[in-house]
């Protein structure tokens, strides 16, 4: 089975705290995503990656960085944290897509962030 | 804008009624859908997928799509609910083919009462 973890399930910050979110997944899948979960806005893309060094922001990018010096692994940075950032992080994984079955994402339990 | 559109935030039915939640896209192709769901507290899970071929398709857990070119709809059904099917359902889509990235619905919060 796929695994996506991630670091934390529940974290309480500071504002104006560098906040690192880490996302590990362990089916060698190019593509990483990360998304933010907000009651009646659904998830929307912040970053996703495509391959290691690289990625792409998405709907949402500002406030957020992203790294990834590994295929396994996707980080969420957020510079200075805000009280608007509070919400719950998701990560997930696909293997490359661009071929039917292989746009499926798998996703990581979230991690439930407050900035207090 | 391509996108999917869940018109229902919140959906009751009675434990062993049947279930319908409504997906509806708006791609020019036929593209590909995905229906997740959200139990509490966890990530989400894929319960099926629709690429090409047979519109009606059958996923985990009971549940079932059907893909409507003419009503650009892929609605989830299930004929008889369980209480433990009480979660958040997301609809998702992308275009087919190309690397271009999926979008989610907003959900639909199912609850269910005995």
């Known amino acids: 089975d796929v695994k996506v973890t991630q670091s934390s399930r529940y974290l309480v910050k500071r504002t104006g705290e560098k906040v690192f979110l880490e996302c590990v997944q362990d089916m060698d899948h190019e593509n990483m995503f990360w998304y933010r979960q907000d009651p009646g806005l659904g998830l929307r893309l912040i970053y996703f990656?495509?391959?290691?060094?690289?990625?792409e922001k998405g709907d949402i990018p500002e406030g957020y960085s992203v790294s990834r010096e590994k295929k396994e692994r996707f980080s969420l940075i957020l510079e200075s944290a805000s009280t608007n950032q509070t919400s719950m992080y998701l990560c997930?994984?696909?293997?490359?897509?661009?071929?039917?079955?292989?746009?499926?994402?798998?996703f990581g339990p979230g991690t439930r962030l407050t900035v207090l | 804008a391509q996108s999917v559109t869940q018109p229902d935030i919140h959906i009751t039915v009675s434990e062993g009624a049947s279930l319908e939640l409504r997906c509806n896209y708006s791609?020019?192709?036929?593209?590909?859908l995905f229906w997740y769901v959200q139990s509490p507290g966890q990530g989400l899970q894929l319960l099926l997928k629709?690429?090409?071929?047979?519109?009606l398709v059958q996923g985990i857990k009971g549940f079932e799509a059907e893909f409507k070119r003419s009503q650009s709809s892929f609605n989830l059904r299930k004929p008889s609910v369980h209480w433990s099917d009480a979660a958040e359902y997301f609809c998702?889509?992308?275009?087919?083919?190309?690397?271009?990235?999926?979008?989610f619905g907003i959900g639909t919060k199912l609850q269910v009462i005995p």
């Open positions: 997930a994984s696909s293997p490359l897509s661009g071929r039917p079955g292989t746009d499926t994402q798998y």
């Open positions: 791609y020019g192709a036929t593209p590909y």
């Open positions: 629709y690429f090409s071929g047979d519109t």
């Open positions: 990656s495509y391959d290691v060094k690289m990625k």
């Open positions: 998702a889509g992308k275009p087919s083919g190309g690397y271009q990235k999926v979008t």
